[in-house]
């Protein structure tokens, strides 16, 4: 008795011991905004209540916690700017809600919501949880811009009170359908987690891949919240596929690209914006190296107001960025925005406003077409090589993109003119020549811009 | 053909951590009648304490296999604590409750784990360090690994133990006799309150190293990892008949079995009418089909009031 009891005390001992090392090894996650807003001057202050939901618990919570630093980082500037709308000083305060990625629970707290009297919403997170939700915002009149939910249905509902500022799925699964083809894929396996997204995700791919004379060999199906795939991919590995297509999130599809390995299967991964984090490739190890995963939008780091803002976002949080964070604070912005155009916090008034938005966010210039969709949002395309993911191609560039281009093409058009005129002056025929073949590369340079387009 | 092997192994690997996790459910069970269903989250804890303590060790420079072992022992401990703990917190209070009443208890202890799991290691997914090499085989086309193996002689083996130490030591029949009925059995001078508490710790024990196993088979972690886990070893030892230490076993593996088959071929057997998705609801026609049959599982015994 005596020794077994020792046994127990060095056991409680190690757990008090875990308890007390624990915490320290995890990242903090910074609760407190640095700088506490001091007592703010004596004025009439209006509450702008912004709800935010994504899941906080369950397997995609880290997602879930990004989108809302990403929430959070917009509204702390908004407070710091100390802004007026109609001839008040605003303050916005972030209502966040979990809504654990379940369809069931995303309606109870947009109910919850909508009893609050918010005056905007961002979120949710999954398409699964946001198209739902969408309804009981839409009968409240509340505004609802998504961050991350890109299942095309959510705009398709005819709610004049949705809005994605991200590309929708039908652009995603055009875009890696004519990326597969490109890459010599000629039959593909799908595999889909059974949510709104991953389903959507892979419908839209399916056709994608099908437009562009890929074959489909197998679909098999997940869900998201499995760890083992290997029954389906043994079957998969039994169709010699090219290419497994997974349309679902990062916590299945590193452990899925892990499995692969294992079986020994050699084809190519694909997936869409739920798989395309730093998560995946922590989770597949060695395995995620030379797959492909796609993000609506450019690049961080190839947009102008990128780079800073994971600088500022990794400065607050000590956090890197997931995903869809930067969309989220752009949701936040674009809804600020409109307040500030129609100068008034009230949902009726600056809904209107939002229809128009024609901001210049972090991720893209945002202006929506009269679904709600974002208008001309691009596909990048992305592979995992040595632990980051490493640009590939962007499928369908902004506007602004093209217009850069065409205009860089048409400054060498202009520049070989000019080079034709010195020549000429200083004589020469052959000088002549060489700059009217200058000419004629420029202007192909145009046109194949263009044709970009 | 080749195909049809690969699956079976992937059943018996993952029906082999059923089982391994079912041998912690039976155990209680069969001695209180309690279904345990922290249980899951008992292997959760022990997996996220193997890659705080192995990891960090091995972060530190220590060779591999210290750091594994260090990790094995460090959650082993930290589960069997725990397993004591919920034990004489949550259980043993409410000994002589109505039936319902513990039941509620386990799952509120569930849901209690997994938030301070949450709280200590985070919302993220955490990766398991490689304490097992990594060596592949392959033969005739199907694929396995060392891990895989590893799996399934230790779930061979904890069984074996489990039952030796139920039908040939003291406490095994001290067990026995609590099973059999408690207040004589404390009559005969069995301390019904330690058998109790080292049926719990044992199966904690278990957990912990079901834990490790399932920690290096995935190499992945979170805190709700247990919820699926107990939940389908919990079905595996009904299967097979709850409290019975063999019937865990094999209800896991079967369990583990129709899933891959299921998943494998379902699609064709129905000829596409049904996808892979279907593989669970599979899992529980089966289990359904035998319950209806045998009420008391594959394995189970007849007993009266109490199971």
Redesign the interface.
């Known amino acids: 008795m005596q020794a077994k009891l020792s ?2 005390a ?3 001992a ?2 008090f011991a ?2 007390a ?3 320290k ?2 990242p903090k996650p910074v609760a407190a905004a640095p700088a506490a807003a001091p007592a703010p001057a004596a004025q009439p202050e209006v509450l702008v209540k912004l709800g935010h939901v994504a899941p ?4 995609q ?2 997602l ?2 990004d989108n809302e630093n990403g929430a959070k980082l917009a509204i702390d500037e908004l407070n710091a700017q100390g802004l007026e709308i109609g001839g008040a000083k605003v303050k916005f305060e972030l209502l966040a809600e979990d809504d654990q990625a379940d369809p069931k629970q995303g309606t109870i707290v947009a109910q919850k919501l909508v009893d609050a009297k918010v005056n905007g919403v961002i979120g949710h997170l999954n398409s699964g949880t946001t198209i739902p939700a969408s309804k009981l915002y839409a009968d409240a009149g509340i505004p609802q811009i998504s961050g991350s939910a890109t299942n095309p249905k959510y705009t398709q509902q005819g709610f004049k009170t949705a809005f994605r500022v991200m590309a929708n799925d039908v652009q995603q699964g055009k875009a890696l359908g004519e990326f597969a083809a490109k890459q010599g894929m000629k039959t593909v396996a799908i595999i889909d987690d ?1 949510t709104a997204y991953g389903q959507g995700l892979a419908d839209e791919f399916k056709k994608g891949a099908e437009a562009n004379g890929l074959t489909v060999v197998a ?5 998201d ?1 499995a ?2 795939f ?3 991919l ?2 998969i ?2 169709t010699k596929a090219d290419l497994v297509f997974f349309g679902g999130m990062d ?1 299945q599809g ?2 899925m690209a ?1 499995q692969m390995a ?3 299967i050699k084809a190519k991964f694909l997936g869409g914006d739920g798989v395309c984090t730093p ?1 995946f490739m ?2 597949g ?1 060695p395995a995620s190296e030379g797959h492909f995963c796609s993000l609506p939008g450019m690049p961080l780091d190839k947009l102008a107001n990128g780079p800073a803002f994971k600088e500022k976002f990794v400065k607050k949080f000590n956090a890197d960025i997931q995903l869809y964070s930067p969309y989220v604070y752009d949701a936040v912005m674009v809804m600020a925005d409109a307040m500030k155009r129609a100068n008034s916090v009230e949902s009726a008034k600056f809904l209107p406003e939002i229809g128009k938005t024609n901001y210049d966010g972090v991720t893209a210039r945002v202006t929506f077409d009269e679904f709600g969709d974002l208008k001309g949002g691009a596909i990048s395309v992305y592979q995992y090589k040595a632990g980051t993911l490493e640009y590939v191609t962007t499928v369908g560039a902004p506007m602004d993109v093209v217009k850069a281009e065409v205009k860089e093409a048409v400054a060498e058009v202009k520049d070989a003119a000019q080079a034709v005129a010195g020549a000429a002056t200083e004589a020469g025929k052959d000088a002549i020549k060489a700059g009217a073949d200058a000419v004629k590369e420029a202007a192909e340079a145009t046109k194949a811009a263009v044709e970009k387009k | 053909m080749d195909i049809f092997f690969q699956q079976i192994i992937n059943g018996l690997v993952q029906g082999s951590i059923y089982a391994l996790v079912a041998l912690g459910y039976t155990m209680v069970y069969g001695i209180m009648g309690l279904i345990n269903f922290a249980h899951g989250e008992v292997v959760m804890i022990g997996t996220l304490v193997t890659i705080t303590v192995a990891g960090s060790l091995i972060k530190a420079g220590m060779p591999v296999i210290l750091a594994g072992m260090a990790g094995l022992t460090a959650s082993v401990l930290v589960c069997m604590a725990l397993g004591w703990g919920l034990e004489r917190i949550a259980y043993r209070p409410l000994r002589n409750a109505p039936r319902l009443t513990p039941l509620i208890t386990a799952i509120g202890m569930s849901i209690v784990l997994q938030n301070v799991a949450m709280i200590i290691w985070g919302r993220n997914y955490l990766t398991f360090p490689p304490l097992l090499p990594k060596v592949a085989f392959e033969f005739g086309g199907v694929n396995f690994t060392l891990v895989q193996v590893i799996i399934v002689v230790v779930s061979a083996l904890t069984m074996g133990g489990l039952l030796f130490l139920v039908y040939r030591t003291k406490l095994g029949m001290a067990m026995r006799a609590t099973a059999q009925n408690p207040a004589v059995a404390s009559l005969m001078g069995v301390n019904i309150n330690r058998v109790i508490a080292a049926a719990f710790i044992i199966g904690s024990a278990l957990g912990a190293l079901a834990g490790i196993m399932v920690g290096s088979y995935y190499e992945i972690a979170h805190y709700q990892m247990g919820f699926m886990l107990g939940l389908k070893a919990f079905t595996a030892a009904v299967l097979g008949g709850i409290g019975n230490l063999a019937g865990a076993m094999l209800g896991g593996v079967l369990l583990g079995l129709i899933e891959a088959l299921g998943a494998g071929y379902i699609g064709d057997l129905t000829g596409g009418f049904l996808g892979s998705h279907y593989q669970d609801i599979f899992a529980f026609i089966v289990l359904i089909v035998v319950l209806m049959f045998k009420p008391s599982g594959l394995f189970g015994e007849k007993t009266g009031d109490r199971a």
């Open positions: 046994v127990v060095l056991a409680v190690s757990v875990l308890g090392c624990g915490p090894e995890e906080m618990t369950g397997p919570a880290h879930g916690k059974r679909t098999e199906y997940t869900n919240k760890t083992d290997k029954a389906i043994t079957k590995k039994s916590a590193g452990p892990k294992d079986l020994g998560e922590k989770l190890g």
